[in-house]
């Protein structure tokens, strides 16, 4: 399950998006710090999930950017 999805992605203000991915590139930096101190994560696919959530924000991000620029 997806952390968020595209349809509220774009629902998004652009100021909520950057904080989301504030939040979330964060979150994932925790993650790998646990996981490279040899700690265990609850949820190891967590950190998949983090990285296309981020993937799914820029991508709006940037086809919202360069649709303004036409």
Do not use: F, H, W
Request: hydrophobic share 35%; glycine share 6%.
């Amino acid at each position: 399950m997806p952390i968020l999805r595209v349809s509220e992605i774009r629902k998004m203000s652009n100021e909520e998006r950057k904080r989301r991915l504030t939040e979330l590139r964060a979150e994932l930096m925790r993650a790998r710090t646990m996981v490279e101190a040899g700690g265990a994560l609850d949820n190891p696919s967590r950190i998949r999930e983090l990285k296309k959530a981020i993937a799914r924000i820029l991508t709006v991000m940037n086809e919202e950017q360069k649709g303004k620029g036409k």
